[in-house]
């Protein structure tokens, strides 16, 4: 009976605890600000910025010493690659650099005079590509569409000198494609840009979100002299881990309706390649935003007025995506800056959300992530309980100091008097 | 009273309100020292080394060995040995390994016999450094095999030795990378992302310091401090903070090109006149924005949204003609984006001034910004008619 009893209470507060808060959010226009704009407004926003997300047809100049059919052969393939666009023809290296350098051009493609006569003489001949490196994708276009040509006429140029010594054009294709190959990118087929960075900052703008809106929060009920942690007189039970899990719950909700927005919808808006299925989907949501609320519930202790969120933290949103390792390899990263990416959900997050939803895989692929997300979830639960604790002690403590300080300033004034 | 005496006055006032508040500190020197340790040490290798690489090697003939030990060898791959496909497809969805090499059986049997047996290759392009770089190196890899398989047939026929290799490799290509010969992707990412989050911090700090006088209702104090002159209140405030923000700056200017040695063409001292515009500018845009909306609060939820999205529209990554056309104009109102193209000219070109003063010019249109909101704030804080939360 005495347990029963218990439960009651226990989920009479906690619900308490849940109406306080929710009341709390509702009626503080700078956080609700940020969970609607923010929560609602990024995702379209980073979806609009990267929607195109292929860099086409960079504009190149081509400098054209040796003038014979196979440069101009060359120069006619490059144009057709979906990479490269002749933009300019020069007659010398210092035309081009005037236009490379006045951004006209992102790169230069050089051929010396005696490109065509080393071709005739069967030596190798070599001409050269000038990448501005000022971004990475000029330089990767340039490489990739000079490449495609150079290796297309690299075999059309040795089935020919068989040809001539003699063989069939069979025997000359078998010599010179000794291995065929194919390269297939089922993810990300054209290497876009887009695809690649919205499916790692989805589950970012998530956690972000969270941890800014309830730092707020936090932040202005300390300014109010209250404090998230202590608990209203009137209900009897005092334990922390219905305040936990009282407080978590609003955040919860209003999180997972964000995250199936972000998670589910957004994409679905913007034709985004969604080869998960829902319900693994959903599953890695409602662990995430869990780990989420517990995540941001430590680290808001720290917070002590409405403000500090931002001015202390918003530079790590970068940092961040830095960290869930989808540019630099995890493999390359320093031991120090692996160890510090486990503090936070977004590293496993988006690592399982990038796996899931963009790449497909069954939810065994991703057991990894979402095992790490779950002992997150534990430790991070037992600090926010800690940290709860911590509070209703320096509170407690803090209001029996300042009795006592009244105390000894009543006593100093009748003794005075 | 004069200008010089109440813009003094400001600035006592303010290191006074530093010494108070450890936020100020923490906010500016702590955030941009922690962000400068953080791109220098985490992108210090440059380019990834040791990238994993699946091989699922169905044939296990001297060829396919020769092949793995020699991608295992070069600087980018590492190979990882898997006996099914299906275990390695689960660790490429799970982004463990970049890319999977699948050697068919009877390839060693194929290739002698001329039979020309299809190697595939996967790759993972959701990660995408890791998977180009792979792509890049199997697809080497690839075509040298095939050349030293070529080579042999060719010795056997009797081709001398000296017209082997125009033979095998009739074209080549010499690449020049112009701005940073090494392809030093630590470089590269470092030299916008660390003064991007300068921009952010200049425009947080200074909406911070300026809305806190509304939000703690004291910005009358202040303005009796100097004789109700908006002007000297805000040119003090933004005196101190061009000082300090611009001393972080320079530091870390000379860290990145003196210390680290990153590839710079032009002199460093242009770079340092483009950190000082990049500051000033920043600090304007602050000014706007709390001046639009006298508001501390949502002035910095404004200040934070425009700073986060100015990093992806300074173009550096994505380049801005790859932006959706409606866009582009856009990018023009981030003072990243001209000290960038700033950057390109002289760190890149090494061009003299001819060749980025519209930059310059840009960067001090910003300047102009304050202007605009100055009268509205000044009534702001005289009559804190806004709400302060």
């Known amino acids: 009976m005495k347990g029963i009893e218990y439960a009651k209470q226990w989920v009479r507060d906690a619900l308490g605890i849940f109406n306080l808060e929710l009341r709390n959010i509702l009626h503080d226009g700078g956080v609700m600000i940020i969970f609607v704009v923010a929560g609602f407004l990024y ?19 081509v400098v054209d010493d040796a ?12 144009d057709a690659t979906r990479e490269i666009n002749i933009a300019y023809r020069c007659t010398d290296m210092n035309e081009a650099r005037t236009l490379l350098q006045q951004r006209k051009v992102n790169g230069i493609v050089y051929f010396p005079s005696d490109f065509g006569d080393r071709l005739a003489a069967k030596e190798t001949a070599t001409f050269s590509i000038y990448a501005d490196m000022s971004s990475f994708l000029y330089y990767k276009n340039l490489l990739m569409g000079s490449e495609f040509v150079m290796l297309h006429e690299i075999n059309s140029i040795k089935v020919e000198r068989l040809s001539l010594d ?23 087929r054209a290497f876009s840009y887009g695809i690649f960075l919205i499916s790692a900052i989805l589950m970012l703008i998530i956690q972000q979100v969270m941890f800014y809106g309830m730092g707020m929060s936090v ?73 989420c609320v517990f995540f941001s519930m430590t680290w808001t202790t720290l917070v002590t007025r409405r403000e500090s969120a931002f001015l202390l933290f918003l530079f790590m949103s970068p940092v961040l995506v830095f960290l869930t390792g989808f540019s630099w390899p995890t493999t390359a990263f320093p031991a120090f800056w692996k160890y510090f990416s486990y503090l936070f959900p977004s590293t496993f997050g988006c690592q399982a959300f990038i796996n899931l939803n963009t790449a497909g895989a069954p939810l065994a692929v991703v057991a990894p992530q979402l095992r790490a997300l779950c002992i997150q979830g534990g430790v991070y639960y037992i600090l926010a309980c800690v940290a709860v604790y911590v509070e209703n002690f320096a509170l407690k403590n803090k209001a029996r100091g300042d009795r006592g300080l009244v105390e000894v300033r009543a006593e100093g004034a009748t003794s005075s008097r | 009273m004069t200008f010089l005496d109440k813009i003094d006055k400001v600035i006592r006032r303010e290191i006074r309100i530093w010494a108070r508040r450890p936020i100020y500190f923490l906010g500016s020197v702590a955030v941009m020292a922690f962000c400068t340790v953080f791109y220098l040490t985490f992108l210090q290798d440059g380019v990834p080394s040791d ?61 002698q016999a001329q039979r020309q047996p299809t190697f595939s290759f996967y790759i993972n392009g959701l990660y995408f450094l890791g998977g180009s770089l792979a792509w890049k190196d199997i697809l080497t890899m690839v075509n040298l095999t095939a050349g030293a398989v070529q080579r042999e047939v060719l010795q056997m026929k009797g081709v001398p030795e000296s017209q082997i290799y125009g033979l095998l490799r009739p074209v080549d290509i010499d690449i020049h990378q112009i701005g940073n010969p090494t392809m030093n992707y630590g470089a590269y990412l470092a030299n916008m992302m660390i003064p991007g989050m300068l921009q952010m911090v200049v425009i947080i700090v200074l909406i911070y310091s300026l809305g806190a006088e509304l939000k703690y209702g004291t910005s009358r104090h202040l303005l009796e401090a100097v004789d109700h002159d908006i002007y000297a209140a805000v040119s003090g405030k933004m005196a101190l903070y061009t ?25 460093l001292s242009q770079m340092l006149l483009g950190c000082f515009l990049l500051v000033v500018a920043s600090e304007s845009v602050a000014v706007l924005i709390i001046g639009c909306v006298p508001v501390c609060r949502f002035a910095l939820s404004i200040g934070a949204l425009y700073s986060v999205l100015g990093l992806s529209l300074t173009g550096f990554t994505l380049p801005v003609e790859a932006m959706p056309t409606g866009l582009r104009g856009l990018t023009a109102m981030y003072p990243l984006r001209h000290y960038y193209d700033l950057y390109v000219q002289v760190g890149i070109f090494g061009s003299g001034f001819g060749e980025w003063y519209p930059q310059v010019i840009a960067l001090l249109l910003f300047c102009f910004l304050p202007f605009l909101v100055l009268p509205r704030l000044g009534r702001a804080y005289t009559y804190l008619d806004y709400e302060r939360n």
């Open chain 1, 43 to 61: 995702p379209i926003l980073y979806n609009f910025v990267y929607r195109n997300g292929i860099l086409e047809d960079t504009p190149i100049a």
């Open chain 1, 67 to 78: 003038a014979c059919s196979d440069t101009r052969r060359m120069i006619r393939e490059m």
């Open chain 1, 166 to 188: 003699g063989l069939t054009d069979q025997e000359a294709d078998a010599t010179v494609n000794t291995v065929r190959y194919e390269d297939i990118n089922p993810y990300n």
């Open chain 1, 219 to 291: 932040g202005t009920m300390r300014e109010e002299n209250r404090s998230f942690a202590s608990l209203p007189d009137t209900y009897s039970g005092r334990g922390v881990g219905r305040v936990v899990l009282g407080r978590g719950a609003v955040y919860w909700l209003l999180f997972m309706t964000i995250g199936i927005y972000v998670g589910c919808i957004v994409p679905a808006m913007f034709g985004f390649p969604q080869r998960g299925s829902f319900w693994d989907i959903l599953l890695l949501l409602a662990l995430f935003v869990t780990v």
């Open chain 2, 51 to 111: 990238v994993p690489i699946a091989v699922v090697d169905r044939d296990n003939s001297s060829i396919s060995r020769n092949f793995c030990r020699q991608l295992d060898a070069t600087q980018l791959g590492k190979v990882v040995h898997y006996s099914t496909f299906a275990e390695a497809e689960a660790d490429l969805q799970g982004g463990r390994v970049t890319s999977i090499c699948l050697i068919p059986e009877g390839f060693a049997r194929d290739i």
């Open chain 2, 243 to 267: 000082v300090l923000f611009t001393l972080i700056g320079w530091t870390i200017e000379v860290i990145l090109y003196k210390w680290m040695h990153f590839p710079l063409a032009g002199s």
